[in-house]
């Protein structure tokens, strides 16, 4: 598997992974916009795995969700 394939699946793991800790949480994609200053677009698209994002997103999705960077990770390949 090449590099691109590779960040491909890393980015659609991401995006399932923040799906289920949103939908754990009962927060809509509107909340987590509206805690993040992140647009509900650009959201969902991190969510469906089909963008790159800056690593500050990363943070402020994590802060927004009360997610342990360390602990959302610990499962990924």
Known sequence: ???KAKAREA???FGRKLV???AYRVM???QLAER???STSV???IEEGTTDFPID???LIFDALDI???DFFTDFK
């Open 57 to 59: 997103y990363m943070l």
């Open 1 to 3: 598997m090449d590099d």
């Open 68 to 70: 342990d960077g360390k």
């Open 11 to 13: 980015r659609i793991q």
């Open 36 to 38: 993040t200053g992140i």
């Open 43 to 45: 959201l969902s698209a």
């Open 20 to 22: 289920l800790e949103r």
């Open 28 to 30: 809509s994609l509107e």
